[in-house]
Nanobody, 115 residues
Framework: QVQLVESGGGLVQAGESLRLSCAAS????????MGWHRQAPGKQRELVAG???????IYADSVKGRFTISRDKANNTVYLQMNSLKPEDTAVYYC?????????WGQGTQVTVSS
C-alpha cells in the first residue's frame, strides 16, 4: 500500500508560480514510477510530469520549459514547480505512484489560474 498526500494548490494569476508537494508513505521502496497528472473540468486526466524507469523524466508538451518535477528521497516527497502559469493550467492536480502495475492516487489539489 502507498499513501499519497498532495499540497500546495491555490489561486494565482497568469504568469505566477506555484509549487506542489506530494508526500508518500507506506511501501515506498516498491514504487516503480511516480508523477503528476491533472484533470480539468470536462477533460480526461492527463500526465503532466513523471519519473519513469531508469530515472528518466517525462513532461507533457504543454508544460515543457515551465514545469519542473523533482524529488527529495530522504523525505519521500515529489515536487512540481510550476512557473509561468496559464489559465489553461487550471485543473485538479493528482500525484500518482505505480507499484507492480497498480496505480495509487492522492486526493488531488486544485490549481486555478486567473487571466
Amino acid at each position: 500500500q502507498v499513501q499519497l498526500v498532495e499540497s500546495g494548490g491555490g489561486l494565482v494569476q497568469a504568469g505566477e508560480s506555484l509549487r506542489l508537494s506530494c508526500a508518500a508513505s507506506g511501501s515506498i521502496a516498491s514504487i516503480d514510477v511516480m508523477g503528476w497528472h491533472r484533470q480539468a473540468p470536462g477533460k480526461q486526466r492527463e500526465l503532466v510530469a513523471g519519473f519513469i524507469t531508469g530515472g528518466n523524466i517525462i513532461y507533457a508538451d504543454s508544460v515543457k520549459g515551465r514545469f519542473t518535477i523533482s524529488r527529495d528521497k530522504a523525505n519521500n516527497t515529489v515536487y512540481l514547480q510550476m512557473n509561468s502559469l496559464k489559465p489553461e493550467d487550471t485543473a485538479v492536480y493528482y500525484c500518482a505512484a505505480a507499484v507492480h502495475s497498480r496505480v495509487y492516487w492522492g486526493q488531488g489539489t486544485q490549481v486555478t489560474v486567473s487571466s
